[in-house]
């Protein structure tokens, strides 16, 4: 079992960062892919970005693109995700997650073993 445990979200103004955090324990060696998920009022769960366990590897929505950055540190145990020039419609509940089953379908969230409880984004303009 591997557990997951967010941290980081708050109310921000549009322009500006936030980083969020995600603290695993367990078989966390098993997970090969770790992702991060959004879920915006009045819209499913969304795929916002995914790494592999070596971190060489990263994949963004297009929607983040140029503006988040996902990483690891694998001596922590820890993920991160880095979100700088925040807009209102980032604003939503964000998930971190993890996969033992590989990378080749990391935007799906049927995708993968374990959740985090999620943080609340909330982006004003």
């Known amino acids: 079992q591997v557990q997951l445990v967010e941290s980081g979200g708050g109310l921000v103004q549009a322009g500006g960062s936030l980083r969020l955090s995600c603290a695993a324990s367990?078989?966390?060696?098993?997970?090969?892919?770790w992702g991060w998920f959004r879920h915006p009022p009045g819209k499913e769960r969304e795929f916002v970005a995914a790494i592999t366990w070596s971190g060489g590897t990263t994949d963004y929505a297009d929607s983040v693109k140029g503006r988040f950055t996902i990483s690891r540190d694998n001596i922590k145990n820890t993920g991160y995700l880095q979100m700088n020039t925040l807009k209102p419609e980032d604003t939503a509940v964000y998930y971190c997650?993890?996969?033992?089953?590989?990378?080749?379908?990391?935007?799906?969230?049927?995708?993968?073993?374990?959740w985090g409880q999620g943080t609340q984004v909330t982006v004003s303009s």
């Open positions: 997650a993890a996969t033992t089953r590989g990378w080749r379908r990391r935007w799906e969230v049927t995708e993968y073993n374990y």
């Open positions: 367990g078989r966390t060696f098993s997970t090969l892919v």
